[in-house]
């Protein structure tokens, strides 16, 4: 995922700190412990929800345009470049099971109305414009799905939100930030994406 543009990239704007946010999740994390069942459902849902979006997005998708492909070509193998796939729509929307996890207490669910872009595989979904950054920050999440597999990348983000309780901690967030940062302070410069995507 990435976050809105004028919000540093991938992180929701929520409107309140990430101690408040970290504060109110492990709050709620005393209340309401998931059990290992529960927790592997989640993954399961999330796995479900991924796949799902990836096929309902694909057919209104294009491919990178050349000055993309340019832009991004020194970060990027030809496999990947080639096999993404670019959706926009208007308002990104929150996954279903969002509604009970709100009721069983979670509060600091990201909610996809803040998000600039999500990427369910290989094809990326964005309500903000396509810039180089934002490309950038996604692609190292298709990567990412290309490494581990989709279900193991939903295990892995789920696990990793319920254990830092923020997700912007979330280790495959974490990579994809620091790699878009490097990428902003010198695009010119090749990043090896495919050795830094899933090292954590
Ligand atoms: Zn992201």
């Keep these: 995922m990435t976050r809105h543009t004028s919000a540093p990239v991938c992180l929701p ?6 101690q408040v946010f970290r504060r109110r999740y492990i709050q709620s994390m005393k209340r309401l412990p998931l059990t290992p069942g529960q927790i592997a459902e989640l993954i ?3 796995a479900l929800f991924i796949e799902e979006q990836r ?3 694909a057919p209104g998708s294009r491919a990178l345009s050349d000055a993309e492909r340019k832009q991004l070509a020194v970060h990027f193998s030809v496999d990947v470049l080639d096999g993404v796939c670019l959706a926009r729509v208007k308002h990104l929307q929150n996954p ?3 509604t009970e996890l709100e009721s069983m207490g979670f509060q600091n669910l990201p909610p ?3 998000m600039a872009a999500v990427t369910f595989v290989d094809v990326i979904v964005a309500q903000d414009e396509f810039t180089s950054s934002l490309l950038l920050h996604e ?3 298709v990567v990412q799905y290309r490494e581990l597999g989709l279900q193991r990348f939903a295990e892995l983000y789920v696990r990793g939100f ?3 309780g923020e ?6 967030e974490r990579v994809a930030y620091h790699l878009e940062g490097l990428f902003r302070l010198r695009p010119d410069l090749a990043i090896e994406v495919e050795k830094q995507a899933t090292s954590f």
């Design 139 to 141: 692609l190292v999440h």
């Design 55 to 57: 096929q309902a997005h």
């Design 167 to 172: 997700y912007l901690s979330i280790p495959l």
């Design 44 to 46: 399961s849902n999330v």
């Design 162 to 164: 319920l254990e830092t």
């Design 13 to 18: 704007n929520m409107g309140y700190s990430t």
């Design 112 to 114: 996809f109305r803040r």
């Design 96 to 98: 279903p099971f969002y």
